[in-house]
Nanobody, 128 residues
Framework: QVQLVESGGGLVQPGGSLNLSCSVS????????IGWFRQTPGKERRAVSC????????YYADSVKGRFTISRDNAKTTVFLQMNDLKLEDTATYYC?????????????????????WGQGTQVTVSS
């Protein structure tokens, strides 16, 4: 059974930091690109960041470049999103997702990941 479980969300003041984790089971992550998306009520889910299966290529939305860093651990079972200098507009539910279909690498690095599996989401609230 495939499971993606996000954690690490919470309430933080502007300028603060959070480190989100996406723990994946039931998949061989060697073959999957993994991305982070975020969504606010009434809005579309949008890509935030992505890392290719080998970890050699990444994508960041313009709004988070220079503030967020995506990484994956050596065993490739967990993907992290380090979020620094958080802003009010970063408030959202954050989801991780995997993509193993043909063309996943290109979709990942262009912010167009097509998810095979989704996590349940973790809430990030930036508020003073």
């Amino acid at each position: 059974q495939v499971q993606l479980v996000e954690s690490g969300g919470g309430l933080v003041q502007p300028g603060g930091s959070l480190n989100l984790s996406c723990s994946v089971s039931g998949l061989d992550l060697d073959y999957y690109a993994i991305g982070w998306f975020r969504q606010t009520p009434g809005k579309e889910r949008r890509a935030v960041s992505c890392i290719t299966s080998a970890g050699g290529n990444t994508y960041y939305a313009d709004s988070v470049k220079g503030r967020f860093t995506i990484s994956r651990d050596n065993a490739k079972t967990t993907v992290f999103l380090q979020m620094n200098d958080l802003k009010l507009e970063d408030t959202a539910t954050y989801y991780c997702a995997t993509d193993a279909s043909i063309g996943a690498k290109l979709r990942c690095v262009t912010g167009a990941l097509e998810a095979d599996y989704w996590g349940q989401g973790t809430q990030v609230t930036v508020s003073s």
